[in-house]
């Protein structure tokens, strides 16, 4: 059975870190394209960050966090990592991690429908 699973999410104070891990089981996700995407009440799910299966791992991230997120990934253990600093309460969300429907991807995809597996979740509140 394929699992993604999520931790690392809390309460933080404003100006503060958290650092999200996915950790996958049920299969290798070397090969495919990672993202997280996080979703506040009444928005839609967007995509934050991605990293890329290729050697290198390029990367993508909205605007909303560039410079303040990074994310990373350990093919070893299978996890993907979103290290995020300088928090803002408009960061608060539900963080999930998800991988790229296809392995092998070229480009890096940014709609959640382009994404086939997902984790639970896990809250982020950052406090003002």
């Known amino acids: 059975q394929v699992q993604l699973e999520e931790s690392g999410g809390g309460l933080v104070q404003a100006g503060g870190s958290l650092r999200l891990s996915c950790a996958a089981s049920?299969?290798?996700?070397?090969?495919?394209?990672m993202g997280w995407f996080r979703q506040a009440p009444g928005k839609e799910r967007e995509l934050i960050a991605a990293i890329s299966w290729m050697s290198g791992g390029q990367t993508y991230y909205a605007d909303s966090v560039k410079g303040r997120f990074t994310i990373s990934r350990d093919t070893a253990e299978n996890t993907v990592y979103l290290q995020m600093d300088s928090l803002k309460p408009e960061d608060t969300a539900v963080y999930y991690c998800a991988a790229d429907r296809s392995a092998f991807s070229l480009t890096i995809r940014k709609t959640a429908d382009d994404y086939n597996y997902w984790g639970q979740g896990t809250q982020v509140t950052v406090s003002s």
């Open positions: 049920g299969r290798s996700f070397s090969r495919y394209t």
